[in-house]
């Protein structure tokens, strides 16, 4: 990659490289495993122009999102949040039955359900068919389609603007970041508003998170960097939150620069923030490769000797971040034997790459392994309570992100 995919400059600085792996949400079936499975560099840069750091595009979102195995609705806390948004944001924006509120990567409805429980118009536009269909079933209108200024401007057509439109964790996933934000400008009414939800680079970097780095994130966003996204479809940057979720977030606040406005205090407070910590030149990502390397080896160390001490490890979670610490660590069913996740679509399938099976939750219970690898560990507060049982058998949990903890449960 020698171009960024926002301003174009060719000064692109190398962050971090972590190989190669397969696109993390390629779950291998049993017949697959005898099949040859392909593999993409995974080398994040940033752009010394407008500091947007970055993947090269080696997949399209075609090729991971129309059969997706994500769905939202399987953790209960981020459905809780989304409930929790839409509360707030009907009270914010004066949202009611007369309103029409879009989301873009509705998934399985997990939030759009809440605003069809207050009477609102609503659409989901979701490019997975399987994903949507089930969103579809739980009374959640959904349009399959990827995002677009034409998808934009039809949907507009059709139904008309959108007093508010939702974004939340897809703004990393498209390539062309501009034609999205084109598209998102498109559904949204002169003076409507766009919310969206994306992790921050500045805790990405201040907390070790490397693993959410993959193939079907294109681009990491500080907020200096999403203000220029916005501003390349149209949209002005008026308000951003910080969020606790996925370990740490942004919640933006948009609307057509024609009537936005001047930005708020907390766009300017977190701007300086992360000024301070460097993300505005090249010398603060200088030393995050050097971190990344160093939870890699805490958890090879930590895998080994459970290893030679005869204790067993068992995984929890089968997520994307999740095969990216495996592959990245090179973690193999010897070290790793199983884990298990609530999805049953990946049950029965192999992790990417590291090919390690994935059961059903019921087979920690039966199995009682001395420790528990905890991969999605931007879920830690809900999977302490849900993984209190381990503590019957004296097992522990493992969290590998920021750095290697080991938790005693209380049942």
Same mark, same amino acid.
């Given at each position: 990659?020698?171009?960024?995919?926002?301003?174009?400059?060719?000064?692109?600085?190398?962050?971090?490289?972590?190989?190669?792996?397969?696109?993390?949400?390629?779950?291998? +079936?049993?017949?697959?495993?005898?099949?040859?499975?392909?593999?993409?560099?995974?080398?994040?840069r940033v752009? %010394?122009?407008?500091?947007?750091?970055?993947?090269?595009?080696?997949?399209?979102?075609?090729?991971?999102? %129309?059969?997706?195995?994500?769905?939202?609705?399987?953790?209960?806390?981020?459905?809780?949040?989304a409930?929790?948004?839409?509360?707030?944001?009907?009270?914010?924006?004066?949202?009611?039955?007369?309103?029409?509120?879009?989301?873009?990567?509705s998934?399985?409805? $997990?939030?759009?359900?809440?605003?069809?429980?207050r009477?609102?118009?609503?659409?989901?536009?979701?490019?997975?068919?399987?994903?949507?269909?089930?969103?579809?079933?739980? &009374?959640?209108?959904?349009?399959?389609?990827?995002?677009?200024?034409e998808?934009?401007?039809?949907?507009?057509?059709?139904?008309?603007?959108?007093?508010? *439109?939702?974004?939340?964790?897809?703004?990393?996933?498209?390539?062309?970041?501009? #034609?999205? %934000?084109? &598209?998102?400008?498109?559904? %949204?009414?002169?003076?409507?508003?766009?919310?969206?939800?994306?992790?921050?680079?500045?805790?990405?970097?201040?907390?070790?998170?490397?693993?959410?780095?993959?193939?079907?994130?294109?681009? $990491?966003?500080? *907020?200096?960097?999403?203000?220029?996204?916005?501003?390349?479809?149209?949209? !002005?940057?008026?308000?951003?939150?910080?969020?606790?979720?996925?370990?740490? !977030?942004?919640?933006?606040?948009?609307?057509?620069?024609?009537t936005?406005?001047?930005? @708020?205090?907390?766009?300017?407070?977190?701007?300086?923030?992360?000024?301070?910590?460097?993300?505005?030149?090249?010398?603060?990502?200088?030393?995050? #490769? +050097?971190?990344?390397?160093?939870?890699?080896?805490?958890?090879?160390?930590?895998?080994?000797?459970?290893?030679?001490r005869g204790?067993?490890?068992?995984?929890?979670?089968?997520? &994307?971040?999740?095969?990216?610490?495996?592959?990245?660590?090179?973690?193999?069913p010897?070290?790793?034997p199983? +884990?298990?996740?609530?999805?049953?679509?990946k049950h029965?399938?192999?992790?990417? #790459?590291?090919?390690?099976?994935?059961?059903?939750?019921?087979?920690?219970?039966?199995?009682?392994?001395?420790?528990?690898?905890?991969?999605?560990?931007?879920?830690?507060?809900?999977?302490v #309570?849900?993984?209190? $049982?381990v503590?019957?058998? @004296?097992?522990?949990?493992?969290?590998?992100?920021?750095?290697?903890?080991?938790?005693?449960?209380?049942?």
């Amino acid at each position: 990659m020698t171009t960024c995919r926002l301003c174009g400059s060719t000064s692109l600085a190398g962050v971090v490289d972590l190989g190669a792996t397969p696109p993390c949400e390629r779950f291998l +079936t049993a017949e697959q495993l005898a099949e040859p499975e392909v593999t993409y560099p995974l080398h994040l840069r940033v752009c %010394t122009g407008c500091w947007l750091a970055q993947i090269p595009p080696l997949i399209t979102p075609e090729d991971t999102f %129309t059969e997706y195995a994500y769905y939202s609705s399987y953790s209960a806390s981020w459905v809780e949040h989304a409930r929790g948004f839409v509360r707030d944001a009907a009270d914010r924006l004066g949202l009611g039955r007369g309103s029409f509120v879009v989301e873009v990567a509705s998934n399985d409805g $997990y939030l759009l359900r809440h605003v069809v429980e207050r009477g609102i118009r609503c659409l989901g536009v979701e490019p997975s068919q399987n994903v949507g269909r089930a969103a579809r079933e739980s &009374g959640v209108p959904t349009l399959t389609a990827f995002l677009g200024p034409e998808t934009g401007a039809a949907i507009r057509a059709e139904h008309g603007p959108a007093d508010l *439109v939702v974004a939340n964790n897809v703004y990393a996933h498209i390539p062309d970041v501009i #034609g999205f %934000t084109r &598209g998102l400008r498109a559904l %949204t009414a002169d003076d409507g508003w766009v919310s969206i939800e994306v992790q921050h680079l500045l805790t990405l970097m201040e907390r070790n998170q490397y693993d959410t780095i993959y193939h079907e994130h294109f681009q $990491y966003y500080t *907020v200096a960097s999403a203000r220029r996204a916005l501003a390349s479809g149209g949209l !002005s940057l008026v308000d951003v939150e910080s969020l606790p979720t996925h370990g740490g !977030s942004i919640r933006l606040w948009a609307r057509p620069a024609e009537t936005a406005g001047e930005p @708020g205090e907390r766009v300017a407070a977190l701007l300086a923030e992360e000024k301070a910590a460097g993300l505005h030149e090249l010398s603060g990502y200088a030393e995050f #490769g +050097t971190r990344v390397a160093r939870v890699r080896r805490d958890l090879l160390r930590f895998l080994v000797d459970a290893a030679d001490r005869g204790r067993t490890v068992a995984g929890y979670g089968a997520p &994307g971040k999740g095969n990216t610490l495996l592959n990245h660590c090179g973690v193999r069913p010897d070290l790793l034997p199983f +884990t298990v996740d609530r999805n049953p679509y990946k049950h029965g399938r192999f992790t990417p #790459g590291t090919r390690i099976p994935i059961l059903p939750p019921e087979r920690l219970a039966e199995e009682r392994p001395d420790y528990v690898l905890v991969l999605p560990w931007n879920l830690r507060d809900e999977l302490v #309570g849900q993984l209190s $049982y381990v503590s019957e058998w @004296g097992g522990r949990l493992v969290f590998p992100i920021p750095n290697l903890e080991i938790v005693e449960v209380n049942p």
